[in-house]
């Protein structure tokens, strides 16, 4: 993907190096999930570890610890230049573009958008409404906050553990966490959040997996817009990275067996179906997954 003549947004905040406590959030593409306390905030905790094959006590406080990012991405003193010093760059320059691309698009609809923050910290970061994020849960979008969190530890780990390498790859995940950011502009979100809290959280049809592919299908509508400054093996790229990180997929790798009940993001096919929806259609209306006859 063609950035370098893309500025940099100037919402970006650089948390790198400050640490901080943990708890738990939904993955990659998990959304707005805020962990509670008592035994149904436990439940969701076990169920989120087992999906995202996480070790629970990481999660409950226990043994276990949090993940943290690789030493090689923690700069040498304090202040100094760092090994992740070009994905933070390349990550102000993806968000620049949504906000561009997304700007356009809500002025058409005659709607203003309003630019999120995206924030880049190392291990583990305070939010404001969503308690605490690590590491291990990976990329995450606050609605409380209007605020994308980013470990830039999980670009390696989108190489190696998902086998998604390349530029365009790590664009999506932050082209799917800005596309739920769309959805509290539009009020998706919420309507989605009482649904969950009513039960619809987990399931193949669930309210939390049309909202998990319909901001996959927003990242897609983005790619469009721009298109541009696509290469030569982009969209593959980020197909390849939507079917890496599907329900299935995962199940596949850490349980061994798949449990559809559980599902929270679609499976790998879904993802990457709504992903081209959105890039095919390069429209909101190509989105709608709540009321799609088939996800």
Same mark, same amino acid.
């Given at each position: ?52 094959? +996480? ?49 356009? +698009? ?23 409404? /969503? ?10 979008? /606050?609605?409380?906050?209007?605020? +994308? ?67 996959? /299908? ?39 067996? +798949? ?27 190509? /989105? ?8």
């Amino acid at each position: 993907m063609r950035l370098d003549d893309e500025g940099e947004s100037i919402n970006v905040e650089d948390r790198r190096g400050e640490g901080g406590g943990f708890g738990g959030f939904g993955g990659f593409g998990g959304g707005p999930v805020r962990i509670g306390g008592g035994i149904g905030g436990l439940v969701i905790i076990v169920i989120l570890a087992l999906v995202f094959g +996480v070790d629970p006590r990481a999660l409950l406080g226990g043994g276990g610890g949090p993940r943290q990012a690789p030493s090689q991405y923690q700069q040498a003193e304090p202040g100094g230049p760092r090994a992740d010093d070009a994905d933070y760059k390349f990550s102000a320059r993806v968000l620049r573009s949504t906000e561009e691309v997304w700007g356009q +698009v809500f002025q058409e609809q005659g709607a203003t958008y309003r630019d999120p923050k995206l924030v880049i910290y190392d291990n583990a970061t305070q939010t404001e409404g /969503c308690g605490t994020g690590q590491t291990a849960m990976g990329p995450f979008y /606050c609605p409380g906050d209007e605020k +994308v969190y980013v470990d830039l530890g999980f670009f390696r780990e989108l190489d190696q553990r998902f086998n998604a390498p390349g530029d365009f790859a790590r664009a999506y995940v932050l082209a799917h966490e800005v596309g739920h950011h769309v959805q509290k502009l539009l009020g998706v979100e919420q309507q989605a959040r009482e649904m969950m809290e009513r039960g619809d959280a987990r399931g193949a049809d669930s309210a939390s997996v049309k909202l998990e592919l319909q901001a996959d /299908c927003f990242a897609g509508v983005w790619a469009n817009h721009a298109r541009q400054r696509l290469e030569p093996g982009d969209i593959e790229e980020g197909l390849r990275a939507a079917s890496a990180v599907g329900d299935d997929t995962l199940q596949k790798e850490s349980r061994g067996r +798949v449990v559809p009940d559980s599902f929270t993001h679609g499976t790998s096919a879904q993802r990457t179906r709504w992903f081209r929806a959105g890039f095919d259609g390069g429209d909101i209306s190509a /989105c709608d997954t709540f009321r799609a006859a088939a996800l």
